[in-house]
């Protein structure tokens, strides 16, 4: 089916299975691979994106419910030669290994320091639980969100 | 597979109308992994998530929360007699989980783990199911009726549930192998209505549906008709065991690969002692 989608500020188009999910329409359709594919049942967040403002798991939307929404995905954040204070608060930290969860992550602390400026440890746990890393055991991760509030908001 | 976008609730029911059965797609945290995974390819899928008509959340007098409201509304809302409402939504998924799902989708799904089900029996609630026949008002110890079953007929909607405010003293527990993105190995609601001297307890994920435990639940009424419905109940701690005893007994576990059912009768009785401690003390 056709469908049509407003993501990262444009109006797209694009020819999916009916069943299909925004993770899919975003990577196979609309050649925006940076929301990633792992679990495809909510548990990993690997494919996080902002739907209307609000942090989604695009693997559990179906792609011709998400007409009609604002969709903003992680590629929209910031540009390889200016990025996005919380990309660079990742990278400043250490808080990339493999780089496979980075996007979901990004996208999830972006919402977080969005709503909660200067978060707590607790709170950034929490708020960043939704997501997984195999690699970095979390705390260089935890750091990285801390600095990009500190370069965001003071 | 057909997928029907429907604008109005009108549209939704007259489109499960014309395909009575048709999968209803609410948050996509049950249905869409059934998609992902090829276990479920539905001939017709209705689209409710978004529909205005099942968001409504009323807390004035009787409460109202409609089928569409996410566990992120829920946690946004005021504490007191919602404590246990905000302590459930808490322990769902995660900041992902609780934007997409809903109550509607625990009442679609009807697992024996829908975090909100236990709060929902514990808290009397009726669940309103919507057809072009018209409204249906089912108590949910009627509703649910089997693991990943209930009374709603394929052409009906889940369009809120409705309780009476039990008063503030209400706690939710849940065990799970992590705090975030786990399905309950077992969990509790307790609610403790003062005003009409009435104890419930009901049990998640030990039983083929939510459970009960009426002895339990006598054997606190009786504890507080000694100490006084007005008055906060100084829980002894052989009678915080019995109760734990009692509630574990009431369960129906079974062996499954987040727990065995030992460990979630142990679990019950350690949840039931926690939460008549912490609920005792809260008097309106």
Known sequence: MRIHLTVNGLEREADVWEGSSLLTALREDLGLPGSKNACEQGECGSCSVLLDDQLLCSCLVLAAAAEGHRIRTVEDLGKDERLHPVQRAFVDAGAVQCGFCTPGFIVASYALLRDNPEPSEAEIREALSGNLCRCTGYGKIIEAVRRASREMYR | ?284
């Open chain 2, 1 to 284: 597979m057909e997928i029907e976008r429907p604008r109005s609730l009108d549209g939704a029911l007259a489109a499960l109308a014309a395909h009575p059965g048709a999968d209803l797609l609410a948050g996509g945290t049950d249905l869409m992994v059934e998609i992902n995974f090829g276990r479920k390819r539905p001939e017709h899928l209705i689209v409710v998530q978004p529909l205005a008509e099942l968001r409504d959340l009323d807390r004035n007098g009787a409460v109202r929360v409609g089928a569409g409201v996410t566990y992120t509304r829920l946690l946004a809302e005021g504490g007191g007699s919602f404590a246990a409402v905000r302590e459930m939504a808490r322990t769902v998924g995660s900041p992902q989980i609780r934007n997409a799902g809903t109550v509607g989708g625990n009442l679609g799904t009807s697992s024996p783990a829908g975090d909100a089900l236990p709060v929902l029996a514990a808290f009397d609630a009726t669940v309103v199911l919507r057809s072009r026949r018209g409204e249906r008002r089912i108590p949910f110890a009627d509703y649910m009726t089997g693991p990943k079953r209930n009374a709603r007929a394929p052409d009906e909607i889940v369009v809120a549930a409705e309780w009476r405010d039990p008063g503030p003293a209400q706690t939710f527990l849940k065990v799970g192998t992590r705090n975030a993105m786990v399905i309950a190995v077992a969990s509790l609601c307790l609610v403790v209505e003062r005003a009409r001297k009435s104890v419930r307890v009901a049990l998640g994920s030990c039983g083929p549906t939510i459970l009960r435990a009426g002895e339990a639940e006598r054997f606190a009424e009786e504890l507080i008709d000694e100490s006084g419905w007005d008055e906060p109940l100084d829980v002894s701690e052989a009678a915080a065991a019995r109760f734990g005893e009692l509630v574990a007994a009431a369960a129906r576990p079974i062996d499954d690969v987040r727990g065995s059912a030992r460990y979630r009768r142990h679990v019950l009785g350690v949840m039931a002692r926690r939460a008549l401690e912490r609920v005792g003390s809260v008097v309106a």
